[in-house]
C-alpha cells in the first residue's frame, strides 16, 4: 500500500531562497512558452471541435482531444512546479467505474468529470495568463539586475549617441553629483542593480508560489475525491473479508467432510459391529474395538490439525509472539522466531488472531511447497503497522493461484485493510510479507 509523501517544507531563509533561485527562474522562464504552446493548442482543438459540433463525431474527436492535451500540459505544469521544491499537489483520479463499461460509459466518464474541464480552463485562459504576467516580471527584475549590476564593465565597450550622453547627464544633475557625469551614472546603475538582484529570490519565490497556488486551486484533487476513493476501498475491504470468510468456511467444511467426518462414521460402524460380535465372537469384537479406537485417535489428530486454523488458547493466554513460537515447535522445518515489538505493545485481539492465522499459513506453504531448511518468522511494528515476514531458504517460485493459499491471504488482509507483499524469485529465497493496521488505542 502506497501513500504519497510530501517533502519537507525548507525553512524560509535567506541562503535557502538563493539556493531555490536557479530551479525557480528556470521555471519562470520556460512557463511562459509552455503555456503559450498549450493555450494555442487547446484553444484550436477546442473552438474546431465547438464549429463542427453538428458532425457530432468530428466535433467530439476535437473537444475530446483538447481535454486530454489540456490533461497533459496541467500534468506537466504539476511536475513543474513540484520541482521548483513546492510541496506535492495531490492529482486527481481520471477514470471511474463508467470507463469500463464501453466506449459510451468511458465517453460520460471523461465528459463528466470535471477535474477535465478545469484542467482545460486552466490551459486555455488562467495558465497563460498568469505565466504571461510572471513571465514579463521575471524577465524585466532579471535584466535589470544583471544589467545593472555590469553596466560598469561593458560600459567602456560600446559607442553611445547622444540620447545616452543626455542620461548620462540628467542623472549627474539629479544627484548634484560632483564626480563624472558616466561615473555617476554607472554608480546609480550598480545600486539599482543590487538592489534588485537582492530582492531577486524573493521575487522568484512569490511568482512561483502564484503558480503553485493557481495548480492547487484548479488542478489538485477535489477532497470529495478522497472520500469516494476511501468509500471504493472500505467497499473492496468488506467484500474480500467476505469473500475470504466464506472460502475459509467453505474449506473448513470440506476438510471435516472429508477427513474427521469419514473417520466416525467408519468407528460408529466398527462399534456397531463390535457390538453384535460381542457375545458370539468375542476376539472378533475385541479387534473391531481395536480398529475403532485406531479410528478415534486418528480422528482426533485431524481435530487439531484443522483447529490450527483458529485461534489458539496460547494466543489469548500469552499472546501473538508465544502463539508464533508454539506454531514453530510443530513446524516440520526447523523455525526460528525474531521479535522486535516492544514490551508494552498492545494489540487489538481480532489483529492478533489474523496475524496468527496468516503467519501459521505462511508457515504451513513454506513447509509443504518450498523445499526450505530453515524458515524465520519476524514480527515488528512501526507507525501503526505490524508487519510479519516469513522467509525461508526455499526454491522459489511462488504464485498466486486463485481461491488457494497466497490468495486466501491477499483476501484476508485486503478485509482488514493491510496488504500483502511475496518476494519469491526462481532459486529462492521466498520472503511473504503482511502488514496490518493496528487502530490506535
Given at each position: 500500500?502506497?501513500?504519497?509523501?510530501?517533502?519537507?517544507?525548507?525553512?524560509?531563509?535567506?541562503?535557502?531562497?538563493?539556493?531555490?533561485?536557479?530551479?525557480?527562474?528556470?521555471?519562470?522562464?520556460?512557463?511562459?512558452?509552455?503555456?503559450?504552446?498549450?493555450?494555442?493548442?487547446?484553444?484550436?482543438?477546442?473552438?474546431?471541435?465547438?464549429?463542427?459540433?453538428?458532425?457530432?463525431?468530428?466535433?467530439?474527436?476535437?473537444?475530446?482531444?483538447?481535454?486530454?492535451?489540456?490533461?497533459?500540459?496541467?500534468?506537466?505544469?504539476?511536475?513543474?512546479?513540484?520541482?521548483?521544491?513546492?510541496?506535492?499537489?495531490?492529482?486527481?483520479?481520471?477514470?471511474?467505474?463508467?470507463?469500463?463499461?464501453?466506449?459510451?460509459?468511458?465517453?460520460?466518464?471523461?465528459?463528466?468529470?470535471?477535474?477535465?474541464?478545469?484542467?482545460?480552463?486552466?490551459?486555455?485562459?488562467?495558465?497563460?495568463?498568469?505565466?504571461?504576467?510572471?513571465?514579463?516580471?521575471?524577465?524585466?527584475?532579471?535584466?535589470?539586475?544583471?544589467?545593472?549590476?555590469?553596466?560598469?564593465?561593458?560600459?567602456?565597450?560600446?559607442?553611445?549617441?547622444?540620447?545616452?550622453?543626455?542620461?548620462?547627464?540628467?542623472?549627474?544633475?539629479?544627484?548634484?553629483?560632483?564626480?563624472?557625469?558616466?561615473?555617476?551614472?554607472?554608480?546609480?546603475?550598480?545600486?539599482?542593480?543590487?538592489?534588485?538582484?537582492a530582492t531577486l529570490p524573493l521575487v522568484t519565490r512569490g511568482l512561483t508560489t502564484v503558480h503553485w497556488l493557481v495548480a492547487r486551486g484548479l488542478l489538485a484533487a477535489f477532497k470529495s475525491d478522497a472520500l469516494l476513493k476511501q468509500v471504493a476501498t472500505l467497499n473492496e475491504s468488506r467484500g474480500a473479508a467476505i469473500s475470504a470468510e466464506g472460502h475459509s468456511l467453505r474449506r473448513l467444511e470440506r476438510d471435516i467432510h472429508d477427513g474427521p467426518q469419514q473417520r466416525l462414521v467408519r468407528l460408529q460402524m466398527d462399534l456397531a459391529a463390535a457390538e453384535r460380535q460381542l457375545d458370539a465372537d468375542p476376539d472378533k469384537a475385541r479387534g473391531l474395538i481395536t480398529e475403532a479406537m485406531q479410528q478415534s485417535r486418528e480422528a482426533l489428530e485431524e481435530l487439531r490439525s484443522l483447529s490450527r486454523g483458529f485461534a489458539p488458547p496460547i494466543?489469548?493466554?500469552?499472546?501473538?509472539?508465544?502463539?508464533?513460537?508454539?506454531?514453530?515447535?510443530?513446524?516440520?522445518?526447523?523455525?526460528?522466531?525474531?521479535?522486535?515489538?516492544?514490551?508494552?505493545?498492545?494489540?487489538?485481539?481480532?489483529?492478533?488472531?489474523?496475524?496468527?492465522?496468516?503467519?501459521?499459513?505462511?508457515?504451513?506453504?513454506?513447509?509443504?511447497?518450498?523445499?526450505?531448511?530453515?524458515?524465520?518468522?519476524?514480527?515488528?511494528?512501526?507507525?501503526?503497522?505490524?508487519?510479519?515476514?516469513?522467509?525461508?531458504?526455499?526454491?522459489?517460485?511462488?504464485?498466486?493461484?486463485?481461491?488457494?493459499?497466497?490468495?486466501?491471504?491477499?483476501?484476508?488482509?485486503?478485509?482488514?485493510?493491510?496488504?500483502?507483499?511475496?518476494?519469491?524469485?526462481?532459486?529462492?529465497?521466498?520472503?511473504?510479507?503482511?502488514?496490518?493496521?493496528?487502530?490506535?488505542?
Open positions: 500500500m502506497t501513500t504519497d509523501i510530501a517533502p519537507p517544507r525548507r525553512s524560509f531563509t535567506y541562503a535557502n531562497l538563493w539556493r531555490s533561485l536557479p530551479r525557480e527562474l528556470l521555471y519562470l522562464f520556460i512557463a511562459f512558452p509552455i503555456a503559450v504552446t498549450g493555450f494555442a493548442i487547446t484553444v484550436g482543438l477546442f473552438w474546431a471541435g465547438v464549429g463542427t459540433i453538428v458532425t457530432f463525431f468530428i466535433g467530439l474527436i476535437f473537444l475530446v482531444g483538447a481535454l486530454y492535451v489540456a490533461r497533459g500540459f496541467g500534468t506537466a505544469t504539476l511536475v513543474l512546479v513540484e520541482w521548483t521544491a513546492r510541496r506535492r499537489i495531490e492529482r486527481p483520479e481520471w477514470l471511474d467505474a463508467r470507463a469500463r463499461t464501453g466506449f459510451l460509459g468511458w465517453l460520460r466518464a471523461v465528459a463528466g468529470n470535471g477535474h477535465y474541464w478545469l484542467y482545460l480552463l486552466h490551459t486555455m485562459m488562467v495558465d497563460f495568463i498568469v505565466s504571461t504576467v510572471t513571465w514579463t516580471l521575471t524577465i524585466v527584475w532579471f535584466s535589470i539586475a544583471v544589467g545593472g549590476t555590469t553596466q560598469w564593465f561593458w560600459n567602456g565597450f560600446i559607442q553611445y549617441g547622444e540620447v545616452d550622453n543626455v542620461a548620462e547627464r540628467w542623472v549627474a544633475e539629479r544627484l548634484n553629483s560632483p564626480l563624472d557625469p558616466t561615473l555617476t551614472f554607472n554608480l546609480v546603475c550598480l545600486a539599482v542593480g543590487l538592489v534588485f538582484l494466543l489469548l493466554d500469552r499472546g501473538l509472539v508465544a502463539a508464533l513460537e508454539s506454531a514453530a515447535v510443530r513446524s516440520t522445518v526447523p523455525t526460528r522466531v525474531v521479535s522486535e515489538l516492544s514490551a508494552d505493545t498492545q494489540l487489538p485481539q481480532e489483529i492478533e488472531r489474523n496475524a496468527y492465522f496468516v503467519a501459521s499459513e505462511a508457515l504451513a506453504n513454506a513447509a509443504k511447497h518450498s523445499g526450505a531448511t530453515a524458515i524465520e518468522v519476524r514480527v515488528t511494528f512501526v507507525d501503526g503497522l505490524l508487519e510479519i515476514a516469513v522467509s525461508d531458504d526455499g526454491t522459489g517460485g511462488a504464485i498466486t493461484i486463485p481461491d488457494h493459499g497466497i490468495a486466501g491471504l491477499e483476501e484476508r488482509l485486503l478485509g482488514l485493510g493491510g496488504s500483502l507483499d511475496v518476494i519469491s524469485p526462481d532459486g529462492g529465497p521466498t520472503v511473504v510479507t503482511a502488514r496490518f493496521p493496528v487502530p490506535a488505542p
